[in-house]
């Protein structure tokens, strides 16, 4: 199996990295992460203002995928994530929603051990590992990881755990794929700019898919499919995520434009992924049962 270390990071998504490693489509390559904080954060002493920010959202890659060429559609199937025993939480005045009216930081550590994140000595709370960067290179442009957009990256998606599969564009010969920013546990909103960051390895299946069916970024999960947009403001990116996900119904299960909004409305979820990076994220969730009836597959 291709292993990537930690040491082989990139801070943007751009056509012109280097690429960390080469893969066949069908394989299984291992990606070691970093915390979004380069693991520079390793006291509670520390604040999110001494660290170096040039060392923040580190994404490992990219792996250039062989067979991938532009206009193609890169599978990612999110076989095995393996985090660390603690995550770190930081809050600053400006960052996040609950940095409004903040007067001075705080870092906080909570151990991680047996399926468990110790908030304190009254809660605890089940992990949910999830990735909070992943994406391809875009076409020309250089985009920071902290930024998502149509190329995926910063999604912080709490849906992007073990099990799921991520559809991305394929962009620029080889994809160039990326991932970071792993998330113990985290809120839909990520309201205090934090999941409860920590490192760890994410596992996964790249195969190249001819062309594209799907709007992309899109997620199949054990229940749901899900179309991600990003955009400017929540409102934008909440009409960008139901107006694609009403366009594929269409597309490609051949419902009319009447039943694809009614059934959108009423059985499907349109949820806020992230409130707090440059572009907002949301996603519109539809029951997988509606694929399977119209006998559609995702494969
Ligand atoms: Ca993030
Ligand atoms: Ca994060």
């Known amino acids: 199996m291709v ?15 280097t690429p960390a490693a080469y893969a066949e489509s069908g ?25 170096n920010w040039e060392r923040i959202n580190p994404a ?58 110790y908030f304190n000595d009254k809660l605890s709370f089940d992990i949910s590992p999830m990735i909070g960067v992943i994406g391809t290179a875009p076409e020309k442009e250089s985009i920071l990881t902290g930024t998502p957009g149509a190329h995926g990256g910063n999604m912080d998606c709490t849906r992007l755990g073990e099990g799921t599969v991520l559809y991305l564009p394929v962009n620029v010969k080889g994809a160039l794929l990326a991932m970071g920013d792993m998330h113990a546990i985290m809120g839909d909103g990520e309201v205090c700019v934090c999941g409860a960051e920590i490192g760890g390895a994410i596992t996964v299946r790249v195969s190249v898919i001819k062309g594209r069916r799907m709007p992309l970024p899109f997620l199949v999960t054990s229940d749901h499919f899900m179309t991600i947009c990003s955009a400017d403001s929540l ?40 409130a707090v990076d440059p572009q907002k994220t949301c996603r519109m969730e539809v029951p997988l049962e509606v694929a399977e009836k119209y006998g559609y597959s995702f494969e």
């Open 3 to 17: 292993t990537i270390s930690s040491t082989n990071s990139v801070y943007n998504m751009s056509p012109d990295n």
């Open 235 to 274: 409102e934008a990116a909440a009409e960008g995520a139901t107006l694609s996900m009403r366009g594929f119904l269409m597309n490609e299960l051949g419902m009319d434009i009447h039943s694809a909004g009614m059934l959108l409305s009423l059985c499907s979820d349109l949820r806020i992924c992230q």
């Open 27 to 51: 394989d299984v390559v291992r990606f070691e992460t970093l915390d979004c904080f380069g693991g520079q954060i390793t006291n509670e002493e520390q604040r999110l203002g001494g660290i």
């Open 60 to 117: 490992t890659g990219p792996l250039f995928i062989n067979q991938a060429e532009p206009g193609d559609t890169l599978r990612v199937e999110i076989q095995k994530i393996e985090q660390d025993s603690h995550a770190v939480v930081v809050e600053a005045p400006g960052e996040g929603i609950t940095g409004i009216k903040l007067t001075d930081e705080a870092t906080r550590i909570f151990p991680v051990n047996e399926g468990r994140v």
